[in-house]
């Protein structure tokens, strides 16, 4: 009998053992998609407006009013918005305005990044503002030859912002906006 007690006792110690050293059971983190868009290719776009730039292949253009253009982004859910304004004596109020449009932002953003863009061979003299956090815009640039020509562009996505969730296009938009500011030549 006392046999048959410590067998039993061992095998559901044993039993309890091989139970218990299992790892515990955690719950998985959220998973996020991965986004992989394709490499771009850029085209140039020629118009009757007072400038051409290059821009990517795979946005579909549509040219809006006073030589503005809407650069749209369907697989994204974003448009590039681009603004031309001639200089009349205005460079002073054209450069206020395009920074005000930037530093409204200042309230979701956790930080806005200037980066100066000057090309004294083209006459294009701009800056390109990269705003990191919930802002309603990630990317924003200005451009001019500060006497007759001035150009704004600004990307907004059409979704509620968080920063984490677009970042990939978010991205890939901004260098697009890059790539057309870069580009750009007056006519």
Same mark, same amino acid.
């Given at each position: 009998? !006392?046999?048959?007690?410590?067998?039993?006792?061992?095998? *559901?110690?044993?039993?309890? !053992?091989?139970?218990?050293?299992?790892?515990?059971?955690?719950?998985?983190?959220?998973?996020?998609?991965?986004?992989?868009?394709? #490499?771009?290719?850029?085209?140039?776009?020629?118009? #009757?407006?007072?400038?051409?730039?290059?821009?990517?292949?795979?946005?579909?253009?549509?040219? #809006?009013?006073?030589?503005?253009? %809407? *650069? %749209?982004?369907?697989?994204?859910?974003?448009?590039?918005?681009? %603004?031309?304004?001639?200089? /009349?004596?205005?460079?002073?109020e054209l450069l206020?305005?395009?920074?005000?449009? /930037?530093? #409204?932002?200042?309230?979701?953003?956790?930080?806005?990044?200037?980066?100066?863009?000057l090309n004294p061979?083209?006459?294009?003299?701009?800056?390109?503002?990269?705003?990191?956090g919930n802002a309603?815009?990630?990317?924003?640039?200005?451009? %001019?030859?500060?006497?007759?020509?001035?150009?704004?562009?600004?990307?907004?996505?059409?979704?509620?912002?968080?920063?984490?969730? *677009?970042?990939?296009?978010?991205?890939? *938009?901004?260098?697009?906006?890059?790539?057309?500011?870069? /580009?750009?030549?007056?006519?």
């Open positions: 009998m !006392l046999k048959k007690i410590i067998t039993f006792s061992a095998i *559901i110690a044993v039993s309890f !053992l091989s139970f218990s050293c299992k790892d515990d059971v955690l719950p998985k983190p959220s998973g996020y998609l991965r986004l992989d868009y394709p #490499e771009a290719k850029y085209v140039n776009f020629e118009n #009757e407006c007072s400038y051409a730039f290059e821009m990517n292949s795979d946005a579909i253009i549509k040219k #809006e009013n006073d030589c503005g253009f %809407t *650069i %749209t982004y369907p697989k994204m859910k974003a448009t590039i918005y681009l %603004t031309y304004k001639p200089v /009349t004596k205005n460079i002073n206020r305005d395009a920074q005000k449009l /930037t530093f #409204e932002h200042v309230i979701k953003a956790d930080d806005i990044l200037e980066q100066p863009y061979e083209k006459k294009v003299y701009g800056m390109f503002y990269q705003v990191e309603a815009t990630n990317s924003q640039f200005y451009a %001019t030859d500060s006497t007759k020509h001035f150009v704004t562009g600004s990307v907004y996505f059409y979704a509620k912002p968080n920063y984490d969730s *677009i970042m990939p296009a978010a991205s890939y *938009i901004k260098n697009d906006m890059q790539r057309l500011m870069e /580009t750009l030549k007056w006519k």
